[in-house]
């Protein structure tokens, strides 16, 4: 994982965009900035606590790898397959 910056569109449909930067905020991989609060200063120290403590946002992205599903979209279209009856 990288450690990141997250900005997410405030017109998705069910706000999952900004649950799952909150997600990651929260396992210390990111830092979550919302649409309506940003400012170029906010944005600026926001980069700044990245640099300055980058090997505690590291160790939380490698922790935020442990949510991953590796192969997800190839299991989704063989849960698909089996269900329809095309395995």
């Known amino acids: 994982g990288t450690p990141s910056i997250l900005i997410p569109i405030p017109w998705?449909?069910?706000?999952?965009?900004?649950?799952?930067?909150?997600?990651?905020q929260n396992l210390g991989a990111a830092i979550l900035l919302h649409q309506e609060d940003l400012t170029s200063d906010r944005l600026l120290l926001s980069i700044e606590e990245v640099v300055k403590n980058y090997d505690k946002?590291?160790?939380?992205?490698?922790?935020?790898?442990?949510?991953?599903?590796?192969n997800a979209s190839a299991k989704l279209l063989e849960v698909i397959r089996k269900a329809v009856g095309g395995e």
Do not use: T
């Open 12 to 24: 998705s449909q069910s706000d999952e965009q900004a649950k799952n930067a909150a997600l990651l």
């Open 57 to 70: 946002y590291k160790k939380g992205a490698a922790k935020a790898r442990e949510f991953v599903f590796e």
